[in-house]
């Protein structure tokens, strides 16, 4: 089983970028895929969440700018970042549980599988 997440890098702010997170060794249309980010000195923090019945959900601080999906066919769900901002800086990391959980509580679960991390760098 893997999660290889892709897509990180720098970006000005007001940019745009793509993060990839490419599941593989499992069903993954069983399987809620999150996002999460550390920022340097910071904890861990939620950013948005596709459930396995399609929903999704998304932290305040991204609401608006950030979009997820995916894509069954290719086992890889996307982030898509618009309007970055230099807060967005941190390491995203993609991770994936099994089974229906109740999206607004994603940032709660413990997860099954975790990505590598991308870092991501957004420069005023």
């Known amino acids: 089983v893997q999660l290889q997440a892709s897509g990180g890098g720098l970006v000005q702010a007001g940019g745009s970028l793509r993060l990839s997170c490419a599941a593989s060794g499992f069903t993954f249309d069983d399987y809620a895929i999150s996002w999460f980010r550390q920022a340097p000195g910071k904890e861990r923090e939620g950013v948005s969440c596709?459930?396995?019945?399609?929903?999704?959900y998304y932290a305040d601080s991204v609401k608006g700018r950030f979009t997820i999906s995916n894509d069954n066919a290719k086992n890889t769900v996307y982030l898509q970042m618009n309007s970055l901002k230099p807060e967005d800086t941190a390491v995203y990391y993609c991770a994936a549980i099994h089974g229906i959980i109740r999206v607004t509580s994603y940032d709660e679960y413990t997860y099954d599988w975790w990505g590598q991390g991308t870092l991501v760098t957004v420069s005023s």
């Open positions: 596709f459930s396995s019945d399609g929903s999704t």
